[in-house]
């Protein structure tokens, strides 16, 4: 017996777009990218960062030595490309935390 075949598709953000389009799939993304909810929080001393906006605006509290653990939140919060640019090219965390945001921003 064949199994049904499973017609959805990943797209560029790593979310299954199920039977949504990808206009709608990759605003909701950028939507749960950028918000605090159902997030645990990020403490770096007095500074509490539960998203990817706040991650940006308190990137600069932030030195090259963690940019593994900026790769495996940015992944904790959803978004694996990210994580994986990051990776590759650790010295240029801060920019693809910027560039991430900024771009999101403008879809959310």
Do not use: C
């Amino acid at each position: 017996m064949l199994g049904k075949k499973d017609t959805r598709k990943e797209n560029y953000y790593g979310a299954s777009t199920g039977g949504a389009t990808a206009s709608e799939t990759t605003r909701a993304f950028a939507a749960r990218m950028l918000s605090p909810r159902d997030k645990n929080p990020y403490y770096k001393g007095e500074t509490v960062i539960r998203n990817l906006d706040e991650l940006d605006s308190n990137i600069g509290m932030f030195d090259q030595g963690e940019a593994a653990w900026v790769a495996d939140w940015i992944e904790y919060l959803g978004d694996p490309t990210t994580a994986v640019r990051i990776r590759k090219s650790p010295d240029s965390f801060k920019r693809i935390i910027h560039e991430r945001r900024d771009e999101l921003r403008r879809i959310a």
